[in-house]
């Protein structure tokens, strides 16, 4: 035992719980997961629940030529501290340059047009994939890659980050770093004269346009080993992962797509009326992308909030961990959202499934009604309601 009186003891220990709770702070503020249940979230602790909805495709973005990037971040979006997105569009003979991310990993879905990628590890690895409508590609933090516009029309692309104060404005690019080198200390690098620089770009060049790429991919400068997982699934040329009367799900996690460590994701289909149940996801955050159609979602966040948006296509909604949701179309039309979520295994707890699980004497004293009541209920898991089901 320490030979400090208790009144110094108490001080200090005083004084290290009160430096723990800063680095606490300061690290929910980063997006660090393993304080953001510990820490009060000043977005999220107020007397109403705040809007969890931004017009992506509305905004303003990064505009090079015929090719774009629109970012939500906590920037756009203050209650997404946990997931990031971006919608970009290349224009054919467009390449988002080579650039690599430190804060955060990359999974995409491609919604239009093909696209090819070359991404490096760490271990010594490399892979060129091409990519159709449909497809999903994942790349670790840190992993330096290229995206690039095949054939003669244009792609687009959703890419989700599994940090919300990520931005797609403040990667690594390579055109960056070389242009801000020493030209010395380049031709040391590569063994080259300082004059193999001289028309190198001074800046980073973001969307780099050149001639279209070669049908089939050519080889790299030199032999590459593949790496040990694959960065490419083909996720909608798969079965449903879930088949109901009002809708379909497909699931990608890292059971299914291995390398794809700290982010899964859902192509949900709804058709006009169905409801995505009431529920809520217990490990992770959920960023919701809305392909086509009209939704409304509702957030339940305790002690008797509760807030509705309208999200129609090209609309970004967010609901953070633990928070109660549904998701209904409320369109005359099919509406397709895709959803991401910052881990890399899937997990959900529907209401109709808690109920189930629970007996009925439970269920009659918890809500004050008969018992006979309950066994009306749904005995197993809903999931998708269709229109027209309910009295």
């Known amino acids: 035992m320490s ?38 979230d000043e977005v999220l602790d107020g007397a109403e629940l705040p809007t969890f909805k931004f017009a992506l495709e509305k905004s303003e973005g990064k505009v090079i030529g015929g090719s774009s990037g629109k970012e939500a971040t906590v920037v756009q979006l203050p209650v997404s501290k946990g997931i990031a997105g971006v919608s970009m569009r290349l224009e054919p003979g467009a390449m988002r340059e080579m650039h690599w991310h430190a804060t955060a990993a990359e999974w995409a879905f491609v919604i239009e047009g093909r696209v090819r990628t070359t991404v490096v590890d760490p271990e010594g690895g490399a892979e ?3 990519f159709d409508p449909g497809d999903v590609w994942y790349f670790p933090r840190g992993h330096g ?49 300082e004059s193999a620089f001289d028309d190198f ?10 001639a279209k790429p070669p049908e089939g991919p050519a ?19 798969r079965p449903p992962h879930r088949t109901f009367k009002g809708g379909r799900e497909w699931r990608v996690d890292s059971t299914s797509f291995p390398i794809a460590k700290t982010i899964t994701a859902v192509v949900l289909d709804l058709e006009p009326g169905a409801l995505r149940e009431l529920h809520w996801h217990p490990t992770a955050d959920e960023w919701q992308y809305v392909i086509d159609g009209d939704v409304e979602v509702g957030m339940f966040g305790s002690h ?3 807030r509705a948006e309208r999200l129609a296509k090209g609309d970004v909604g967010y609901i953070p961990q633990g928070y109660g949701h549904s998701i209904e179309n409320v369109g005359d039309a099919p509406a397709r959202l895709l959803i991401g979520f910052n881990t890399g295994i ?13 007996p009925p004497d439970v269920l009659a004293t918890n809500f004050g009604k008969p018992a006979a009541l309950f066994e009306k209920f749904p005995r197993k898991d809903v999931f998708i309601a269709p229109a027209g089901e309910a009295e």
């Open 201 to 210: 770009p001074r800046g980073e060049v973001y969307f780099a346009r050149g």
């Open 346 to 358: 899937y997990a959900t707890i529907d209401l109709s499934q808690w109920i189930a699980g629970n």
């Open 3 to 40: 030979n400090l009186p208790r009144r110094e003891f108490l001080a200090a220990a005083g004084l290290a719980a009160a430096a723990a709770a800063a680095i606490a702070s300061k690290d929910a503020a980063a997006g660090d997961p393993s304080f953001l249940n510990n820490v009060p």
């Open 219 to 237: 080889a790299p400068l030199q032999g590459w080993k593949p790496p040990a997982l694959t960065h490419r699934y083909e996720l909608l040329k």
């Open 304 to 306: 008797g909030r509760y």
């Open 145 to 193: 890659h290229m995206l690039e516009c095949l054939g003669d029309s244009p792609c687009h692309f959703i890419l989700i980050f599994d940090n919300g104060y990520f931005s797609e404005f403040g990667t690594f690019s390579v055109t960056d770093w070389i242009g801000h080198v020493p030209k010395a200390l380049l031709a040391k690098n590569f063994g080259l004269p």
């Open 128 to 130: 060129t994939n091409d």
